[in-house]
């Protein structure tokens, strides 16, 4: 449960126990509030926050060192609300623009042990997140990218030669 910072260090290294060492390692969960910023309370934030962003350092905090000499790839999904301000999102936005410079971060600190680190920005997806009582919200669904055409992208960059990255990846729908 990545809502549960106690328990996302004991989950992933359940999963690494197994001896497995992923060559890819892609963060996409996610959640939003939206609502006027000054009115969201501390633990509204802090769940955003724990959702979007902590979990993805807590994550890498124990996956990126098992891959390191081996060499490896992180790919963590953001949102083009990273670079722009939505009024109502606004803890979403901060989270996203968070990751987005974490990712930086991850990727330079990380070069000389063969991590890479890259981003894919994604405009608004047709997922379950829009049926969230916590997000109000009156985008056209239809007008949304199919979560088929984010998982090509994903599946896209996953596959990169070892000896390139694309830094970020932005897709949006038509």
């Known amino acids: 449960d990545l809502s549960k910072p106690e328990t996302v260090n004991q989950g992933v290294g359940e999963l690494l126990s197994k001896g497995l060492c992923p060559s890819v390692l892609i963060n996409n969960a996610g ?18 926050m724990q959702m979007n962003l902590t979990s993805v350092f807590q ?6 060192p098992v891959m390191r000499g081996k060499g490896g790839l992180v790919i963590n999904v953001s949102s083009h609300a990273a670079r722009n301000a939505f009024p109502q999102w606004s803890a979403y936005c901060a989270s996203k623009a968070a990751l987005a410079s974490f990712t930086k971060c991850l990727a330079e600190e990380e070069r000389l042990n063969k991590i890479r680190a890259c981003t ?5 997806v047709n997922t ?10 009156d985008f ?14 994903i599946f896209m960059l996953a596959n990169q030669p ?12 038509a």
């Open 128 to 137: 379950s997140l829009w049926d969230s009582e916590l997000v109000k919200s």
């Open 59 to 64: 994550i890498c905090s124990a996956v990126v």
């Open 31 to 48: 959640i939003a509030w939206t609502g006027d910023l000054l009115s969201m309370s501390l633990t509204t934030w802090q769940w955003v």
């Open 162 to 173: 070892s000896n390139q990255v694309i830094e970020d990846l932005t897709l949006m729908p």
């Open 140 to 153: 056209d669904r239809n007008a949304m990218l199919p979560v088929e055409d984010a998982a090509s992208a």
């Open 120 to 124: 894919i920005t994604l405009g608004a």
